[in-house]
Nanobody, 125 residues
Framework: QVQLVESGGGLVQAGGSLRLSCAAS????????MGWFRQAPGKEREFVAA????????RYADSVKGRFTISRDNAKNTMYLQMNSLKPEDTAEYYC??????????????????WGQGTQVTVSS
């Protein structure tokens, strides 16, 4: 199992930016495809963005495309989510996730078997 710890959440006004980080430990980070998900109160956890083990492939939810950028630094065992032009509807708990043993960029909750504890993002209008 890889251990994942998110950071960088907070309160921001609409139109602002935040950068989330996901620090991994316990296993070889470059073996894992990684993803970001979010969950708002009363809603199901949903896909935000994902990145392949080497950063060569990325996928985004339509709702964040053009505003969010996922990246990773395998030398630092860390994944990032740069969030720009934030909207109140982006308010949620954000989770990072990891899955080894595949070269496919994964976009569903059930595809991942390692999860962090989450970091709260609140966007005020």
């Amino acid at each position: 199992q890889v251990q994942l710890v998110e950071s960088g959440g907070g309160l921001v006004q609409a139109g602002g930016s935040l950068r989330l980080s996901c620090a991994a430990s316990g296993r070889t980070f470059s073996n894992y495809n990684m993803g970001w998900f979010r969950q708002a109160p009363g809603k199901e956890r949903e896909f935000v963005a994902a990145i392949s083990w080497n950063g060569g492939s990325t996928r985004y939810a339509d709702s964040v495309k053009g505003r969010f950028t996922i990246s990773r630094d395998n030398a630092k065992n860390t994944m990032y989510l740069q969030m720009n032009s934030l909207k109140p509807e982006d308010t949620a708990e954000y989770y990072c996730a990891a899955r080894a043993g595949t070269i496919v960029v994964l976009t569903t909750v059930r595809a991942y078997d390692n999860w962090g504890q989450g970091t709260q993002v609140t966007v005020s209008s």
